[in-house]
């Protein structure tokens, strides 16, 4: 099995090789109002270069870093992206020195290593230097300049951070902003630590944004979940974040939780968030065993609104219990619709599924949209225990046989199903599991 799980390890205000910008705080919030369903929002930012080398702000040139925002809610235990917005070009920075580092200041235009730069919430909803995201390679940072949608304005949702009022309305959620920045002067290992998130609130009457605690810097959304899970600031020692590398490319991460819903059954939830990677993700497949059920799919996935960007299918993928996995698939690849609905960067879709088999450890298969040809990547998560009877690979209530030539197959042709270490390997630590399972017999 050529696939391998990746951790990603950032060491908060280690110096590395090059320019590398972080988001240090998100700092202020504005709205801008309703139009239709939607609400319009931007949020200031502090940001620090901890780097050794200085970025390049060249605002008539590719060579300047971008940003972005997105909006997240916990609700009802789930993880889910609410909203987002299109991308933002940076100018003149400031020479500050927030983040504590001893700020070398560049020449006029540049952000010396250890500078911060801050921009106000005003500044950062300014509709004219926003882009689409869809034009953005988002590991090599590279775009078009200048973008299509360069000196554009519209009304007052276009372009700016945008949600559904009905999905801020929800009293009993918690939101997250979340801030990512991105520079095609960033060298390789200085491009997973650009993402940030605060905790805000929404007013009622207005839904005007008001930010709470501190900024979780270097911290991509989806951590919130497993942060902020049983309330704000109450950690979920149940939600398991996995950080997935795709070779030669940017960062995912995948969210797990499985919910006792004390009838005998639980609750299944995903989350896969593309922080920066280019070729997508197309597929979720948890295994949970042959002839296992898996019963009332969710699928929840970002809508794509603004011109440009919406040319986007935003088709719900399909659910499908088959062959020893519960899967969620969008049924296209880059090659057969580039246009095609696939977790791109800076979005998070979310999926669950009810099971009557208590939770265990286990890996998941990630389907790569624009796959190169290395295949498919994999992620820890919780997934149901492939039971009652794990050796029963066929689930007929004996074990004989056919179940040993059923774990032959599955592990011959790499089916997770046969992994019994759950560790996304296959090795005799596997075979040996499986036999004395098998011998020691079922309940």
């Known amino acids: 099995m050529r696939t391998i799980i990746m951790?990603?390890?950032?060491?908060?205000?280690?110096?590395?090789?090059?320019?590398?910008?972080?988001?240090s705080e998100i700092t202020t919030g504005q709205t801008y109002g309703a139009v239709g369903d939607y609400q319009a929002y931007s949020f200031g930012d502090t940001t620090c270069n901890i780097g050794d080398a200085a970025f390049t702000y060249n605002a008539i040139t590719p060579d300047h870093p971008v940003f972005t925002s997105s909006l997240y809610r916990i609700h009802e235990g789930r993880f889910e992206q609410i909203g987002m917005s299109f991308v933002s070009h940076t100018f003149f920075p400031l020479q500050g020195n927030a983040c504590g580092l001893g700020c070398s200041a560049g020449s006029p235009g540049m952000l010396g290593a250890g500078c911060s730069d801050s921009i106000g919430a005003g500044l950062a909803g300014g509709q004219s230097d926003m882009g689409p995201r869809i034009e953005i390679d988002p590991w090599t940072s590279d775009f078009p300049y200048p973008f299509s949608t360069i000196n554009q304005s519209g009304d007052a949702v276009y372009k700016r951070l945008k949600a559904r009022i009905a999905d801020l309305s929800e009293t009993s959620a918690l939101f997250f902003v979340e801030r990512q920045y991105m520079s095609n002067e960033e060298l390789p290992e200085a491009r997973g630590n650009n993402s940030s998130y605060r905790r805000v609130s929404f007013t009622p009457a207005s839904n005007s944004p008001q930010l709470q605690g501190t900024t979780f810097a270097q911290r991509p959304a989806i951590y919130t979940w497993q942060d902020h899970g049983l309330g704000a600031d109450m950690p979920d020692p149940d939600v398991m974040i996995s950080p997935v590398s795709l070779p030669g490319d940017g960062f995912v991460y995948?969210?797990?939780?499985?919910?006792?819903?004390?009838?005998?059954?639980w609750r299944y939830d995903y989350a896969v968030q593309n922080q920066n990677a280019a070729r997508g993700i197309n597929a979720l497949r948890i295994p949970i065993g042959f002839n296992r059920s898996a019963n009332d799919p969710m699928f929840h996935d970002i809508e794509y609104i603004d011109d440009v960007d919406n040319q986007i299918d935003g088709t719900d993928w399909g659910f499908s219990v088959v062959s020893g996995f519960a899967s969620w698939e969008l049924g296209d690849d880059f090659d057969s619709n580039?246009?095609?609905?696939?977790i791109r960067w800076g979005t998070a879709y979310s999926f669950s599924f009810i099971s009557t088999q208590p939770p265990t450890t286990k890996v998941a298969e990630l389907g790569v949209f624009?796959?190169?040809?290395?295949?498919h990547v994999i992620a820890s998560i919780v997934a149901p225990f492939s039971g009652p009877?794990?050796?029963?690979?066929?689930?007929?209530g004996t074990l004989n046989f056919f179940d040993i030539s059923t774990w032959i197959n599955a592990y011959t042709n790499g089916d997770l199903n046969a992994d019994f270490t759950g560790d996304g390997e296959f090795s005799f630590f596997d075979a040996s599991?499986?036999?004395?399972?098998?011998?020691a017999g079922c309940p």
Request: charge should be negative.
């Open 389 to 396: 009877c794990r050796a029963d690979m066929n689930a007929d």
């Open 433 to 439: 599991a499986f036999l004395n399972e098998y011998n």
């Open 370 to 375: 624009d796959d190169d040809g290395s295949g």
């Open 7 to 23: 951790t990603l390890g950032i060491v908060a205000g280690t110096s590395l090789a090059g320019p590398d910008i972080i988001c």
């Open 254 to 265: 995948v969210g797990s939780r499985a919910t006792d819903l004390g009838d005998g059954t």
């Open 338 to 342: 580039p246009l095609a609905n696939a």
